[in-house]
């Protein structure tokens, strides 16, 4: 069983940057993808990005390149988001999680991850 705790969500102006991170436990973090995902009220899940448990691959959403970028420390068993430029239309809850299929591709598919957190929200004034 993975548990997995979001941090460092809050409010933000627009042009802003915060630094999400997501600690891990009851796993063995090293050999597990990692992503993220955003969500609004009454919407999907969205992919924001995903990490290769060696920290060598990394997959962004196409509107977000450039913007955000997703990192790991295995040694602290813990994934980042690095958000920049943030935009009002950023604003969500965002989520980590774990994809235990070790050895498959990366995955924007949300479905494909099987340990979610419970969410840090963000909030980008105009």
């Known amino acids: 069983q993975v548990q997995l705790v979001e941090s460092g969500g809050g409010l933000v102006q627009a042009g802003g940057s915060l630094r999400l991170s997501c600690s891990a436990s009851g796993g063995t973090f090293s050999s597990v993808d990692m992503g993220w995902f955003r969500q609004t009220p009454g919407k999907e899940h969205e992919f924001v990005a995903a990490i290769k448990w060696s920290g060598g691959i990394t997959r962004y959403a196409d509107s977000l390149k450039g913007r955000f970028t997703i990192s790991r420390d295995n040694a602290k068993n813990t994934v980042y988001l690095q958000m920049n430029s943030l935009k009002p239309e950023d604003t969500a809850v965002y989520y980590c999680?774990?994809?235990?299929?070790?050895?498959?591709?990366?995955?924007?598919?949300?479905?494909?991850?099987?340990?979610w957190g419970q969410g840090t929200q963000v909030t980008v004034s105009s």
């Open positions: 999680a774990a994809d235990m299929d070790y050895g498959g591709p990366i995955t924007t598919l949300s479905s494909r991850y099987d340990y």
